[in-house]
């Protein structure tokens, strides 16, 4: 359930809808409507997402429940990744990104697949 969905990101996240939904400028209104089944409209599921850092498979389905996610890579990786970036401080977090990009690719003279 949507709600559901909300409030187990928002407590990964140490916060909380009504904070979340302020944040936003959104009223807190609808979420009774969430809690028995409802969905907001598109385009404040995906501002929440955004907030949260989430997706909106992950909003909608659970977290790893998506009916096409890869679950068991997600399980395997998906945990340690999320512990590991969350506590990167903002300031370092453009240049660890920018480290990993350029680390995605393995140069040809390190490679495994080396012409003889």
Known sequence: MFYDNVKASCARRNTN???????????????????????????VVMEIAEYLKVSVDELAYGRGNAPYADQTRYNEIGDEWIE?????????????????????VVPEKYSDDKEA
């Open 17 to 43: 809808i009504t904070t979340v939904l302020a944040d936003l400028g959104r009223s807190t209104s609808g979420t009774g409507r969430w809690k028995v089944g409802g969905y907001p409209r598109l385009d």
């Open 84 to 104: 590991i970036i969350s506590h990167i401080p903002q300031d370092r977090q453009q240049l660890c990104k920018d480290f990993l990009r350029t680390h995605m």
